[in-house]
């Protein structure tokens, strides 16, 4: 038993204790780093089909596809999940290392996952100089997550739109079939959501982390284009949703860059729910953006000229992007853009074309413009598209965020 | 003495240590993370030559701004474990580059007429090498196996079955009053005189009275404990307590039966007095020193409407006393707070929810011994 003769010794004693508790504690904290850091390959573990946002509105957000998502075929298996994942057995090309056998379960380890997340189902009728164009419009999102840690890695959307011209008016059991077959025709290439979601995955990079998150996080209709909107538009949120996701769709294929989704009256708490095919469901969180977009859709403008032989139609399309270091209130883009689409007709054809129509379509090349310009800028297009002499160096700067975003 | 002792042990324990992190990072899991954002605002000088600041006053900038961002993630602690991590912060501090991993600096702004710079930056967190390293420097976690308290908890997950709330009783009283007036006049005209009068009545009346309600009663089905003394045990043994079964007192040190206390629970919100004396005196008597008991109540079932999910919430309420001394003394108390498990169908979804109000109980509990040094 020793005892301390002195108060020195005392102290000296306590000294050496601290200095041993610091020690062992620097020794377990570097081990804890090394440990927990776990270097290593990126592997994804394959989490199949899901549907995103609340399962409350599955029904009416994906009505064909929540219908399918019950049904299974000769084998048992849900047929939405089986077909994709043939068509990923097939056609999966990326250079990342797919665990496609396993499935994601809680493992305790890391587990990169990858799903098919269906955020869009949609219809559209259009009248069409005496027959009705329609558009079906899939949308699916490319969802890297981290299982373990139910958070959002990465995200990339996925369109699939079809058209087809006829004279008679369809009934839902017509639309029903046009999407099943997007869903399961597996072997109709060019009409197959899985294969586009598949060609889009192969075409992505997959990082473990992202130094820096982008996000479109408001898109505003001017109240003048809300009066321009069709009746069958009545809602004008659901038409801002559907402008966004195709601009995230643009310029995420565009530029290559992950997007946190647009989720305006879908995400709460800024998170977002997936639910998949076999039941399993969570909530993924999403990550709080560096660098935020919003968009600006200000009214269309239509010109007719006509000639003795032909109707000359221009549709006007126009936006105003703005992009911000929220934090910083460091703004790097904020400008209006604009694209006219024009079309012309044999005079004879006496063609009816539908104007609402033919504004998405520029609207859709606006976007597509503006993507191709912030890497690729091309001096007579810009020009073409804003007046503003800065054009060159506020997309060069927005180049910039994206590249610090990928 | 006493720093004697204590100095050999950690000597005695430190190739145990190695061996055991060694096994850890050979494991080589991945670790929980947090990123947290933030902004630095500094002032710098600049130089002669230059109105912008220098590559050391942006190297400082990035200093400060790990440290911010350390200190934006530790706000978020619950008062134990801050009051826990206020006790050993100039460690973390010391070492901060093994908490705050991976900072990046998103972009900056440079105001050259004030000379300020603003950094926004974004910064992740290993919460797990953080978490191990508070455990590791928490009192209960410096013992060596077998050398942290004992502790023994009876936990009892139960489900109400019937819920009786008497009517309740209404007790009224009046009071009439009335009250008459009368005027009477006469006239006279020559030898004849009459006289008339009027009446005139008023009634008042008062009521009042107290209406007694009588808190409901409710039965309750005690349910399985097992997930519960496995998830509890799981904290408390990760923390360095030596966790003891209760069942395992009762056989050494006697004690009343589990059974009894769970079938106390089920009619009533607590155990009987004689019970919980008979309990912790049998627990005294094994050398435990920690006893908690606690409460699971298992609530509403329904559907959540975000992933389609069955929903069940339950409602934990814990308290631990310290029974080293005659009279048992409180030192942890959690809830009531609820949590909502999900699952498949009502069966996995109760079993997840009980799962979780017990991890995090046990959770609330080491930080609460931690803070108070109870080890």
Known sequence: MKRFSTAKESVACLRDSASLVRRQCSVLTVFLVLWSHGAGAVELYYAGFSFAGDYSQNQTRFPVAADLSTRKNADGLLVLDAALSMVVTEDYSNSVKLIKTLGVQNSGASQLSIAFALSEESTEEVEWGGQILYIYRVIAQVLVFDFDDKKLISNFPAMLQYQDIVEEKRSAEDHYEVFERIYLDTDAVSTSIFREWVRRLNSITIKQNYSAYLQLTDVVLDPELKAQMPSHLTLPDAYASQVAQQFEFILSEQQEVSLIPFTKGQAIGKKMAARFANGDSFQLALPEPDFTMTLTVHPFKYLQQSSTVSDKHAFGSFVTLAVEQPDLNKIYLDMRFKNVNVAVFDKRDETVVDKWQSFQTSLRSLFVNLATQISVPDKKLLASMTKDKSAEKQLKQFEEVIKKCI | ?375
């Not at chain 2, 979780?356 to 109980?361: D, R, S, T």
Request: hydrophobic share 35%.
């Open chain 2, 1 to 375: 003495m006493h720093l004697a002792t204590r100095r050999s042990t950690y000597v005695k324990k430190t190739p145990l240590l190695l061996i055991f992190l060694l096994l850890m990072a050979s494991m080589s899991p991945k670790a929980a993370t947090v990123d947290v954002k933030g902004t630095i605002t500094l002032p710098y000088k600049g130089s002669l030559f230059s109105s912008a600041p220098s590559g050391a006053e942006k190297g400082g900038a990035m200093h400060d701004a790990k440290l911010q961002s350390w200190n934006l993630y530790t706000a978020q602690f619950n008062d134990a474990k801050m009051r826990q991590y206020l006790g050993v912060k100039e460690e973390f501090l010391s070492q901060i580059d093994n908490y705050v991993t991976n900072v990046r600096v998103i972009d900056e702004s440079v105001d050259k007429d004030s000379k300020i710079i603003t950094v926004a930056v974004r910064a992740t967190i290993n919460e797990t090498a953080v978490n191990a390293t508070l455990g590791a420097m928490s009192a209960a976690g410096q013992q060596g196996s077998g050398e942290g308290s004992l502790f023994t908890f009876i936990f009892v997950a139960r489900e109400a079955v019937s819920a009786k709330t008497k009517d309740n009783k209404r007790i009224d009283v009046s009071q009439n009053q009335s009250a008459s007036t009368a005027t009477e006049s006469l006239a006279g005209s020559g030898s004849s005189a009459s006289s008339s009068s009027n009446v005139n009545t008023v009634n008042k009346s008062t009521t009042g009275g107290s209406t007694e309600s009588t808190a409901t009663q409710r039965k309750y089905q005690v349910t399985s404990s097992q997930d519960i003394n496995a998830n509890m045990s799981k904290i408390l043994s990760t923390a360095g307590f030596e966790v003891v079964d209760y069942d395992d007192v009762v056989d050494a040190c006697g004690g009343v039966e589990r059974s009894v206390i769970g079938s106390e629970f089920g009619a009533e919100d607590d155990m009987s007095r004689s019970s919980r004396g008979s309990a912790i005196g049998a627990s005294r008597d094994c050398d435990v020193t920690l006893f908690a008991t606690g409460t699971i109540d298992i609530g509403v079932q329904d559907i959540d409407p975000v992933t389609g999910n069955r929903r069940v919430y339950t409602s934990v309420r814990a308290q631990v006393w310290d029974i080293t001394r005659r009279l048992p003394r409180k030192v942890a108390s959690v809830g009531p707070v609820q949590y909502a498990g999900l699952g498949p169908d009502d069966k996995v979804a109760m079993r997840n929810s009980l799962a979780l109000a017990a991890e995090q109980a046990g959770r609330e509990i080491v930080d609460q011994l931690n803070a108070k040094g109870i080890r």
